[in-house]
């Protein structure tokens, strides 16, 4: 008679994948921008991520960790950096995928305490100093 064992979702061989990826998306961050010191504080893994991340590993268990980031990551293809949802804030520099606008607005004022209306406001204040940088870019 065969026995079957069932795994808990997000676990894998005894390895915690959500920390896994944590750990592999981190150095893959720090390799693109080329540094060797902690990420800005505002730095964070999206959780949808990591759920796509586990729901593609428990679909396929027998790709590595790797292969399953490149179906994962989302890298800006201007500055190198880890972007989800089309949007993030790195290291007090806003950046913006074109077909985001309202969701990525909308994180700043959450993320900065302030009540933005749209795209070209955060701009303004990116050129009077109030945040670092701010601008629109590509991403996959």
Excluded at 21 to 36: A, E, P
Excluded at 72 to 91: A, L, N, Q
Excluded at 101 to 114: H, I, R, S
């Amino acid at each position: 008679m065969e026995t079957q064992v069932k795994t808990e979702v997000g676990v894998n061989n005894g390895i915690d994948l959500r920390e896994a990826f944590k750990q592999t998306l981190t150095s893959i961050v720090k390799q693109y921008i080329g540094i060797d010191t902690e990420l800005p504080p505002d730095y964070a893994v999206n959780d949808d991520d990591l759920d796509l991340f586990l729901k593609i590993q428990n679909e396929n268990p027998s790709m590595s960790v790797f292969e399953v980031m490149e179906d994962c990551i989302r890298i800006d293809h201007v500055t190198k950096r880890f972007m989800s949802e089309g949007y993030c804030i790195f290291g007090g520099v806003v950046y913006f995928s074109k077909d985001h606008e309202a969701q990525a607005v909308a994180y700043v004022n959450e993320q900065l305490g302030k009540n933005y209306e749209n795209f070209a406001q955060i701009y303004d204040d990116s050129e009077n100093g109030k945040i670092d940088e701010c601008y629109y870019t590509e991403w996959h």
